[in-house]
């Protein structure tokens, strides 16, 4: 759909998280042209990495990625949030049927290159069917299942126990998790989990987030799905891949060493080889047939090193720009894939181990020790991303304790060496 000589990559971005614009400086670094659909308020559209952006649109937010699909004509798309996902396989739905026009067709099939087999996209969207994959070679998954009601739960803690947590689908962040510890939790637990589904839940991500699409487009987030997952004990971490067609093209994986919350988003990880993380991936990139960036959540058991998978997010997570252990990054994989050539492994920044992400984890503390122990990740070839999360305040506000004063505008001398090309 793109020119002959040039491939074009659109992604598509519903909230104002900073993995969109992270992935956009590694697409255009690996040769693609970026186009972008995010909100006006997203700091991508004053970026230097995109092409072209458009706008994303939250009280039209499905016309608003057809919009921007047809304006594009991209030869991939990458959805960067779980609500994108549901739009496109909406619109695969609705353009695949028999007797689409050609241009229908056309989008159906462009859907099917980015995301894989579209027998997947129920599997993927709800995380009750995680035990469908249970089955699989080095696939592990804690007791899982659909909730509908009050019996239904009662009845899943008597046979399989607790603790467990309740989870409802389309949730992101560790926004919509909540742990049962007693029998006595059951009822308390599965009400406030309701409540997580009605308009008050939406009306205060209006209030506090800013967040308007829930208010006009209630419809998907009053009927989502809740289930229980038995808890797992153990080490968080998380793997990404690049995939397609089934298989595992590139990857990164990482060790949470901080969190913002309980059950919130890592701040500050550990890059692993994570071999067993990356097994299960491929495993289930291959019964799937998955294609694009696909992330997976799990708890590292201590003691027996068995990778849980307690989650899958078939969309671009905080880690895409990460260089993996022998292996490609993702989006130099996937240009290699769309051009049907051979997967080359990239030179690389090379990075600590231990990664302290930007902006997460001073937002979390700004004086956190983690700043200047670990890789801190910030993106400053892009200024604007840098300024729009207001790390030169933050900056200011560290150099204040640095022996040596700068020049305005420039970075404290703690943290110079973690820009791009420094050797960290």
Request: aromatic residues 8%; proline residues 7%.
């Amino acid at each position: 759909m793109g020119g002959e000589m040039t491939l074009r990559v659109l992604l598509a971005h519903s909230v104002l998280w900073p993995n969109v614009a992270r992935l956009a400086m590694a697409f255009r670094k690996a040769g693609f042209d970026v186009d972008v659909v995010a909100l006006a308020g997203h700091p991508i559209h004053r970026m230097h990495s995109p092409n072209r952006t458009f706008e994303y649109r939250p009280m039209s937010p499905y016309s608003s990625v057809k919009e921007a699909i047809a304006a594009s004509q991209p030869d991939l798309i990458v959805p960067c949030d779980d609500r994108v996902v549901g739009h496109l396989h909406r619109l695969y739905k609705e353009t695949s049927a028999v007797g689409s026009r050609p241009e229908m067709q056309r989008t159906a099939s462009l859907i099917e290159t980015s995301l894989g087999s579209p027998l997947s996209y129920h599997v993927v969207a709800k995380r009750s069917f995680l035990t469908n994959l249970a089955q699989l070679p080095d696939v592990h998954i804690p007791q899982t299942s659909a909730i509908y009601g009050f019996r239904d739960l009662l009845d899943w803690v008597r046979r399989h126990g607790l603790p467990a947590v309740l989870k409802l689908d389309g949730s992101t962040g560790g926004r919509d998790v909540i742990l049962i510890r007693t029998m006595s939790d059951v009822l308390p637990c599965l009400l406030r989990m309701r409540l997580q589904k009605s308009w008050v839940r939406r009306m205060k991500s209006f209030l506090f987030d800013g967040d308007v699409e829930p208010i006009f487009a209630p419809r998907s987030f009053s009927t989502a799905q809740m289930c229980v997952q038995s808890y797992v004990t153990g080490r968080l971490a998380n793997c990404v891949v690049a995939c397609w067609r089934g298989d595992v093209l590139g990857w990164a994986a990482v060790e949470v060493l901080q969190r913002g919350r309980d059950f919130g988003i890592a701040t500050v990880v550990r890059r692993v080889k994570g071999e067993a993380m990356i097994a299960a991936a491929r495993s289930i990139a291959r019964h799937l047939k998955l294609s694009g960036i696909v992330g997976f959540d799990f708890v590292l058991d201590d003691v027996t090193q068995r990778a849980n998978l307690i989650e899958i997010n078939p969309r671009a997570t905080q880690i895409n720009h990460f260089p993996g252990y022998d292996s490609p990054d993702l989006a130099t994989a996937l240009f290699c894939a769309v051009r049907s050539e051979p997967v080359v492994s990239t030179a690389s920044q090379q990075w600590k181990e231990e990664v302290a992400l930007f902006p997460q984890e001073w937002e979390r503390d700004p004086s956190s020790k983690w700043l200047s122990t670990a890789f801190h990740d910030v993106p400053f070839e892009e200024p604007e991303l840098v300024r729009y999360f207001g790390y030169e305040t933050i900056s200011r506000d560290l150099h204040l304790n640095c022996s040596e004063r700068a020049p305005p505008g420039a970075v404290p001398p703690h943290l110079d060496l973690f820009k791009p090309g420094s050797g960290t």
